[in-house]
């Protein structure tokens, strides 16, 4: 029996239908059916080859060479086929073999060419392996002869090979279509903002995600014009709270003393730390006052409030803003 050894060292039997299936994929790449009488000749060719030369193992390069000779003498573009397929994975091995090399480097050594990266993190040795993955596969189908030998020669460098195969670069990314009417990222549906400060959080969301998906510059152009809708939303919802609290102020009985409550509990620009700061703060307008009071004070203050501003959802509330502070004023 005859056994034919492969790459790995491993042996198996000869099988003539394995030729047959090979030539057939080579044949096909030229857009070419053999007969039955061209598939026989190829098979006798490469059988006989075996018998006359009475050989019981063959290794698979000498398989190779057989069955190439064999379809010269049949179908020379064929056999064209057939050997640059077998350059291609050859040219593989030894692309896959550079992107060892350079991982073994990543992994025991570091990477110093992107100083933007550290390469001491686990994550980035996963990235940098993969861009040296990235950056065969251009050299391979994207640049051609000329090219590459200008870049080994030192005439010319291509920035950032490794991203531009499946990428862009240098983005002007038109969040505001984005943001138009809510979207979906990352499985999750996101509504368009009301207001200043959701928008600026939902547009940190979309930019991490976006500029994770390309490389180089990434611009959010003009951003006041884009969040201009937002402001005015925000102005005019604050305008009416502000409102709502001075109504409250000089309308209820205890007015005075919710307004102050109010006004250090939510509304004051210094943050204050805690309930005893924030009761420190009230001495000079309540007198005596304990934290059960504070905290009884605080509830019915809020309620107060929420009376003011009460019955409206956050689409009616747009609706009502508009109808104190029309666009046109």
Not at 68 to 84: G, H, I, M, N
Not at 276 to 293: K, V, W, Y
Request: aromatic share 12%.
């Amino acid at each position: 029996m005859v056994r034919v050894v492969k790459k790995d060292h491993t042996k198996e039997p000869f099988n003539i239908q394995k030729v047959v299936i090979a030539v057939n994929k080579s044949a096909n790449r030229v857009l070419y059916n053999f007969t039955e009488d061209e598939l026989k000749s190829i098979c006798n060719h490469v059988e006989g080859y075996i018998r006359d030369h009475h050989m019981t193992e063959i290794q698979i390069w000498q398989m190779h060479n057989i069955v190439e000779s064999a379809l010269e003498s049949v179908r020379p573009e064929v056999a064209k086929s057939y050997r640059d397929y077998r350059n291609y994975k050859q040219d593989f091995v030894g692309m896959l073999d550079s992107v060892y090399q350079k991982s073994q480097s990543i992994m025991y050594i570091g990477d110093k060419e992107n100083s933007n990266t550290d390469s001491a993190l686990v994550s980035t040795k996963r990235s940098l392996i993969f861009n040296q993955l990235n950056k065969e596969l251009y050299q391979k189908f994207f640049m051609n002869t000329e090219e590459l030998q200008a870049c080994r020669d030192g005439y010319i460098y291509v920035h950032d090979m490794s991203a531009r195969r499946d990428t862009m670069n240098c983005c002007l990314f038109d969040v505001a279509s984005v943001l138009k009417d809510g979207f979906e990222m990352g499985n999750l549906w996101y509504n368009e903002p009301k207001t200043l400060n959701v928008a600026f959080d939902v547009i940190g969301d979309i930019v991490l995600s976006a500029a994770s998906q390309q490389y180089g510059g990434f611009t959010v152009p003009s951003v006041d014009l884009l969040l201009e809708p937002y402001a005015e939303r925000s102005y005019k919802m604050l305008t009416l709270l502000e409102n709502s609290v001075n109504l409250l102020r000089t309308h209820h009985q205890s007015g005075e003393v919710y307004y102050w409550i109010l006004y250090y509990s939510f509304l004051s620009p210094q943050k204050l730390k805690n309930v005893e700061e924030i009761i420190e703060a009230l001495h000079p307008h309540i007198r005596d006052i304990s934290f059960s009071t504070y905290y009884r004070l605080r509830k019915a203050a809020v309620e107060a409030l929420s009376s003011v501003l009460w019955g409206f959802s956050a689409q009616d509330t747009l609706k009502t803003l508009d109808c104190f502070f029309p666009p046109d004023v």
